[in-house]
């Protein structure tokens, strides 16, 4: 069963200097139908006007992934890590027992747009941890590309959670699959484009649950750029 959720259903928080979508309940946004899908907690698109972000802030038991699409962003926290994150960057921070850190748009003149995604840990008070990586954009390109994922395979960030996140690049035309474990479920959000899940349409913003699928396809009617979870 796919159930899909509109980009125009999405919770919308307007503060002059940013402009955030939030997937599920967050912030001053409250759905209690939309309240994750499986150990996925949230999704916000956000974008941050120039020289603009967010101030030193606290979070707990939570894996923390930062996807960003156009533009910079300046991370720096309490483990010591300070670095510019750009299009192609995937950074995990496990927040565990607790850590701070500020997010900021170091440019003087262009706006940063970025996901920023939590996962639930199978743990909590997990000792606070920090990754990145990069995957180019021909790595992503007509094939859905691991990026964070549970052991870490295939060059990926890794999470402590049992999930795994893929992203993806599709021509019109092109078509990825993946086939679902038994009692799995996934979600699918779509950055930018157009395209069929098992002949459901979504469009730029959108999102899809799933449930119940053994094996999923997603066709490109455009140039699109997307998120695929796999997820217990």
Excluded at 155 to 171: E, F
Aim: hydrophobic content about 35%; charged content about 25%.
């Amino acid at each position: 069963m796919i159930t899909l959720r509109k980009s125009s259903e999405r919770g919308h928080a307007e503060h002059g200097w940013l402009d955030s979508h939030h997937s599920f309940s967050f912030a001053d946004y409250y759905d209690p139908q939309q309240m994750g899908w499986g150990n996925l907690r949230v999704i916000n698109e956000d974008r941050v006007e120039a020289a603009r972000g967010f101030g030193t802030h606290g979070h707990r038991d939570m894996e923390i992934i930062s996807y960003v699409l156009a533009g910079e962003l300046q991370h720096k926290d309490s483990m010591g890590n300070g670095t510019v994150i750009r299009p192609g960057a995937v950074q995990r921070m496990t927040a565990g027992t607790g850590v701070q850190h500020s997010e900021y748009n170091p440019s003087p003149k262009t706006p940063v747009h970025f996901l920023q995604i939590w996962i639930e840990p199978e743990e909590r008070a997990l000792p606070p941890s920090y990754e990145e990586k990069y995957f180019s954009s021909a790595d992503k390109r007509g094939r859905l590309r691991l990026v964070a994922s549970r052991d870490g395979r295939e060059g990926s960030v890794s999470l402590h959670q049992d999930a795994n996140l893929y992203a993806s690049l599709l021509q019109p035309g092109e078509r990825v699959e993946l086939q679902l474990a038994s009692g799995r479920q996934a979600y699918l959000h779509l950055i930018r484009g157009a395209v069929r899940l098992n002949e459901q349409v979504l469009e730029s913003g959108d999102g899809a649950k799933i449930e119940a699928e053994e094996r999923l396809q997603i066709i490109a009617d455009e140039d699109s750029e997307l998120l695929l979870f796999d997820l217990v």
